[in-house]
């Protein structure tokens, strides 16, 4: 996939190379192959995610390989920047090198929606370097930033592709978080990959219970889901093969790991270990949505709703006009007229093609060429997050 892109990748570094040019760059099951084909996941498998490079096997290709393999890691995701800063860490010599020893990596970006266009070239950056993918972390710094968020996806995108394949690892709790962009992030245009950030030790619950917590709030954003464990802070080794087999019995594709320099022993030992799928099955439901409920999860609702050619306001508040809409698409699907979106609405509103949405700091506008209708914040955007359920990015960012 390498030699098929290179084309691809040398007009990438021709415009991040450009982008970057007014300031210095700063730094502060496994048996796959380097390097990803046209439509596999590069998140297949097992991953480790590394903060500081100097801090995981004290940076040490070789060394980081040879771990790797022994813990059947296919893929290392390495910190390529924070906001606008490029991290020198991730660079063509470390990539080509752990490329050559049999591993993907991927890079990833701490953003904070800021400056994003600056954010997406450093992104770009990262991609021209040779990342097999890039995964943004996005947390509690854009929740109610959605015009931000829709410049740096359409700024990303045009730089690196429609195709190239990125992440998004947020908070797993969408409920928690009504603010919180996900359906720009994971919409039309945006992340192919979602990557909810499921570290159970932390949010103080069973991995059963997070996994339930977590499937049914991200799977309405139809994409497929690669959750993301803890292996810092000591957690039992027992919870990260169950972390894992669960992964295993909901089909996911693979699972990744917070973080290479915080895991000790028994957990690099247990993510490596033999697992089956867990007799468990996934849970077969949908977030209950009526009368009142607001936030993101509405505005992607109206969103699956207005792109099936139903009149409804997208503006993150479950209202009058909305319950029309589901009323109305509940009696042409022969579905039971409740007025809510309930467990047997959510499966034929998900085969919807959801309207394309721009969001913009200036009111609604001209959509222009790009096919997307052109929208001021939703309501919802004002809306506070409930709680962190994880530790504030501090800590791991």
């Known amino acids: 996939m390498r030699a098929r892109r290179t084309r691809t990748l040398a007009l990438i570094a021709a415009a991040a190379a450009l982008a970057l040019a007014a300031g210095p760059l700063a730094g502060g099951a496994s048996s796959q192959t380097s390097g990803t084909s046209a439509g596999k996941n590069p998140l297949a498998g097992n991953g480790m995610w590394i903060w500081y490079l100097s801090r995981s096997s004290h940076g040490r290709l070789g060394a980081i390989a040879k771990k790797a393999h022994a813990h059947g890691i296919d893929t290392v995701l390495i910190k390529s920047g924070d906001g606008t800063t490029y991290w020198n860490q991730f660079s063509p010599a470390v990539v080509s090198g752990l490329h050559a020893r049999g591993l993907n990596v991927c890079a990833w970006q701490f953003i904070y929606g800021t400056k994003p266009g600056k954010e997406a070239r450093v992104g ?93 709030w991200n799977r309405i954003y139809g994409r497929p889901i690669d959750p993301l464990g803890q292996v810092y802070n000591r957690p039992k080794a027992g919870q990260i093969r169950r972390f894992r087999a669960l992964a295993m019995s909901h089909g996911f594709d693979g699972v990744s790991w917070w973080d290479w320099q915080e895991a000790g022993k028994r957990q690099w030992k247990a993510v490596g270990q033999p697992v089956s799928p867990a007799a468990a099955t996934p849970y077969p439901s949908y977030p209950f949505l009526h009368l009142g409920s607001k936030g993101d999860f509405v505005a992607w609702a109206q969103q699956l709703l207005a792109g099936g050619g139903y009149t409804v306001p997208i503006d993150g508040y479950f209202q009058a006009p909305t319950q029309s809409a589901v009323y109305a698409f509940q009696a042409d699907h022969g579905l039971p007229q409740t007025g809510n979106l309930d467990v047997a609405t959510w499966g034929p509103l998900l085969q919807n093609k959801p309207l394309a949405v721009r969001w913009t700091t200036g009111g609604a506008v001209a959509a222009g060429s790009s096919g997307r209708v052109a929208l001021p914040p939703p309501k919802s955007a004002k809306l506070p997050a409930l709680r962190n359920e994880i530790p504030p990015p501090g800590k791991r960012g």
């Open 124 to 216: 770009a950056a990262a991609v021209a370097n040779g990342a097999d993918c890039l995964v943004l972390d996005v947390e509690g710094q854009y929740e109610g930033k959605y015009p931000q968020a829709s410049y740096y996806m359409s700024s990303l995108r045009s730089l690196v592709g429609a195709d190239y394949p990125i992440g998004l690892a947020s908070f797993p709790y969408v409920d928690y978080h009504p603010a919180l962009p996900y359906s720009v992030f994971l919409g039309p245009g945006g992340a192919q990959y979602n990557i909810p950030q499921l570290y159970w030790k932390d949010i103080g619950t069973t991995v059963d219970t997070g996994y339930i917590h977590t499937w049914v």
